[in-house]
């Protein structure tokens, strides 16, 4: 099986990354032009219960698989990475048919009495079949990852969107004549299509490249693998804790923002249009950065899985250093645009320009959500998953008691869930990070931090002026393309004469190879 380094195995999943988060970019972009403002909110009602569901299925073993499975490839013994397999299998296969009957026989009450909108029914009910789904998906990414060849996951991200967006349009205006909740679970339908169609595709590539026997002494290995089990859970259990916990803030999430807006005297449509607005628009252009800061997370976890079980600790906290470097990087530019030209952003991408402030507002503060990821997988890497845990646990307590407080009253509004949703993001961040100083030798890069402000404020000086001068004011589309290429140019160029982004990085990207012959 192809084995790739930290770099390569990051850069392959950027890539895909970038595919698919485009992809899914103009996939949002269609659903929400087909189901507008009302379409989107109930299918972001839908969505967290599903996440939620899912992440209790998963149990926290694509992480513990990719790690165990990495230790077990460096002594060479296969039989235990095929018991890892198998015991992750029962496990997520139990729980997914348990889920799948439980989500199913409840969507009702949860639609009408928790997310106070009946209608948010049908997609929840459309949305069942893609629980077991994930789950053996999920034991495959886990097992692929650990042996560090990122190919099977990159390929099958490209082709769950591509498959995605070839079904959605056509399926929400087939549902919509019957109403705009039809709409919203034939775009649910769309999403299994396609998780569906990737799994196909993973399986194959298991087929292909596994170098055991996978029928032979299944029960055989059941039986004898609770000391596999309990290796997977030391893991598996603070992570799935996180992961939980998370889940679980973004399932209560719409419900104390639907009970805290009808405080404040929105109406339940009223709130469904503000909360789709946040969530359907304004959130999908600041995650849009995260398709490397993820990719990073993936391959961080065997990485320095492997150089700590070699005592490896400078490769250790370079790794580290380098994973808050790039994913800071990949964030710069497009907080930068959105500061500076928020209504143009949301003008040529939606067709509207409402949320202007929370998209301004928000942005800057992302830059901190952005190294979230890759701080959290080194915390998971190092067996320090529980403090993970607790740190996401403190930053949840902390965004719900200001969303409460904030959104209920009037003046606040849906502004104050944006100030809660930063207001967590920055807590968990700063608390792994924290844990990380506190646990390694690893220390805060105050010089690097400088440095990348400094960056930042000379490529929005630039952008201000451009800004000022309305150069390119014809045109929004042209406008928008025009000073993000400038700024794109300037911002790279500052990259490089920093030392933020070396030569030795920006050359593992295989189009500049292609370039030099």
């Known amino acids: 099986m192809t084995k790739q380094t930290f770099l390569h195995g990051a850069l392959i999943l950027v890539a895909a990354g970038l595919i698919t988060r485009l992809l899914g970019f103009i996939n949002r972009i269609v659903v929400a032009r087909i189901m507008g403002e009302e379409g989107m909110g109930l299918y972001m009602m839908a969505l967290p219960t599903l996440i939620l569901v899912t992440t209790i299925t998963q149990f926290g073993l694509p992480v513990a698989i990719s790690k165990r499975v990495s230790e077990a490839e460096a002594n060479g013994d296969e039989a235990q990475i095929k018991r890892i397999l198998i015991i992750s299998l029962t496990i997520t ?6 889920f799948t009957i439980g989500l199913f026989l409840f969507a009702p009450i949860v639609a009408q009495y928790f997310l106070t909108d009946a209608r948010a029914m049908a997609p929840l009910l459309a949305v069942t079949p893609i629980i077991p789904i994930t789950a053996v ?5 886990g097992y692929f990852q650990g042996r560090q060849n990122m190919k099977p996951q990159a390929v099958s991200q490209v082709i769950e969107q591509i498959v995605r967006i070839t079904t959605v349009a056509f399926l929400t205006k087939l549902f919509y004549p ?3 909740q039809y709409a919203a679970a034939g775009a649910m339908i769309a999403v299994i299509i396609g998780e569906l169609v990737s799994l196909l595709y993973m399986t194959r590539q298991f087929s292909i490249h596994k170098t055991f026997k996978w029928r032979k002494a299944w029960i055989k290995h059941i039986r004898e693998g609770r000391q596999t089990l309990q290796q997977l859970m030391t893991i598996a259990l603070p992570t799935s804790g996180s992961r939980l916990i998370g889940s679980l803030t973004y399932f209560f999430e719409p419900i104390i923002v639907a009970q805290s807006l009808a405080i404040a005297g929105i109406t339940a449509i009223e709130t469904t249009k503000l909360y789709g607005g946040l969530t359907g628009y304004i959130l999908p252009l600041l995650f849009l950065p995260t398709f490397l800061t993820h990719a990073l997370g993936v391959s961080l976890v065997p990485s320095i899985s492997e150089s700590a079980a070699k005592q490896q600790y400078g490769t250790i906290n370079y790794r580290i250093l380098q994973a808050i470097r790039l994913s800071l990087a990949s964030g710069g530019l497009v907080t930068v645009i959105y500061v500076l030209f928020p209504a143009t952003v949301l003008s040529v991408v939606y067709g509207t320009d409402q949320g202007v402030f929370l998209l301004q507002f928000m942005a800057p503060f992302f830059l901190l959500h952005y190294i979230q990821t890759p701080l959290q997988a080194s915390l998971q890497a190092l ?10 646990l403190i930053g949840a307590a902390v965004k719900f008691a200001v969303l409460a407080g904030l959104s209920s009253r009037a003046e606040f509004g849906i502004n104050g869930v944006a100030i809660a949703m930063v207001v967590g993001a920055v807590i968990v961040t700063l608390l792994h990070l924290a844990a990380l100083i506190r646990a390694t030798s690893f220390k805060f890069p105050y010089k690097m931090v400088f440095t990348f402000i400094t960056v930042l404020a000379l490529t929005g000086g630039l952008g201000y002026l451009l800004n000022e001068q309305n150069y390119f004011s014809a045109n929004p589309l042209v406008e928008l393309l025009s000073v993000a290429f400038i700024l794109a140019v300037v911002y790279l160029y500052l990259l490089f004469k920093v030392k ?9 990207i295989p189009w500049h190879k292609l370039t030099k012959k």
């Not at 296969?93 to 348990?98: D, K």
């Not at 067996?383 to 996401?392: E, G, I, S, Y």
């Open 178 to 180: 019957y109403g705009v």
């Open 500 to 508: 933020l982004l070396t030569k030795d990085e920006w050359n593992l």
């Open 93 to 98: 296969g139990s729980l997914s048919i348990f």
């Open 137 to 141: 998906s999920a034991v495959l990414r």
């Open 383 to 392: 067996d320090l998953a529980k403090a993970a845990m607790w740190n996401t």
